[in-house]
């Protein structure tokens, strides 16, 4: 699950997270583009930063994930931390907005289903620890609902797929988030790319989706085996969850203006899966 792309000049913002690192004080002989489509995450070397680049209009939500970031690494959440030399703070340069954090370098292979449930079940109890104004999670399904139900973003999308996609945002998350009883603060999208295996342990990335919501909403994006291993877990939410899941990356992937690599295939994907989700959780 992921916000829609933005296209992101390359060079700008190599250039952009040269010069500003170079401003702060830190050597950059080399820029190693890591990640490269709504932000842009450069690794510098020889200084080992990574800096994410986001246009400046990202500004509130780069600020508010260092600001996650800073509370959870004074929580003991097993998160990425903001680079000390910098801190957790972000920057303007030439129509971005940029942030540092400490770079680590992925060991070892995947992180197997039980260490995955123990990072969340860590990070969760972190999150609860904190004091946050975070938006729920029903907010960014009703973005998502916002750009199926308007045939302008989404004009390709098929009538009986956008019905398809508008009743499981409207109606499945409405159902799931009537109940709030259990709400708490989550990452809001620890799929198995924002988990790293990293020397000092399973560390989460990518802290700007955080949100309030069930854990469920969170394990539904993980692999199915981890919800087994996470304690009280309500295995039925998280397969209505997950239904949601889809039916989210499925709108992005549809509007007009995306410009994910493989769009095409990944929206074909996106409404099989929406379709095998609410298939298994009966709805």
């Known amino acids: 699950m992921d916000f829609p ?11 952009a997270g040269r ?3 170079v401003e702060l004080g830190l050597r950059v002989d080399e820029v190693v583009v890591v990640h490269d489509s709504d932000r842009a995450a450069l690794r510098l070397l020889p200084c080992d930063v990574l800096v994410r680049v986001a246009p400046a209009r990202d500004h509130a939500e780069a600020s508010f994930e260092v600001e996650v970031a800073r509370r959870l690494v004074g929580a003991g959440a097993p998160v990425a931390e903001p680079d000390p030399r910098v801190g957790a703070r972000v920057h303007l340069r030439d129509g971005f907005v940029l ?6 370098e992925p060991v070892g292979p995947a992180v197997a289903p039980a260490e995955y449930a123990d990072a969340l079940v860590r990070h969760h109890a972190a999150l609860r620890r904190v004091e946050l104004a975070a938006p729920h999670f029903t907010d960014r399904v009703a973005r998502a609902l916002r750009e199926v139900e ?7 999308l098929a009538d009986a797929d956008r019905q398809l996609l508008g009743s499981t945002l409207r109606d499945l998350g409405a159902a799931i988030g009537a109940d709030r009883s259990g709400d708490q603060l989550l990452h809001g999208e620890p799929h198995q790319g924002n988990l ?7 560390l989460i990335v990518d802290l700007a989706t955080c949100c309030r919501g069930p854990v469920e909403f969170d394990l ?3 692999p199915e085996d981890v919800a087994r291993h996470y304690p009280g877990a309500d295995h039925d939410l998280v397969h209505r969850c997950r239904a949601v899941d889809w039916a989210m990356f499925a709108a992005w992937r549809w509007r007009r203006d995306d410009r994910t690599p493989a769009r095409d295939r990944l929206r074909a994907e996106g409404l099989d899966l929406v379709r095998a989700a609410l298939a298994r959780c009966g709805w």
């Not at 792309?5 to 250039?15: K, M």
């Open 196 to 202: 790293l295996r990293t020397e000092r342990g399973p």
């Open 220 to 222: 539904a994006h993980a």
């Open 5 to 15: 792309s933005r296209e992101l000049p390359a060079r700008p913002a190599v250039e």
């Open 19 to 21: 010069a500003s690192a």
């Open 99 to 104: 942030s540092f954090w400490t770079y680590y």
């Open 150 to 156: 308007d045939p302008q973003r989404s004009p390709e």
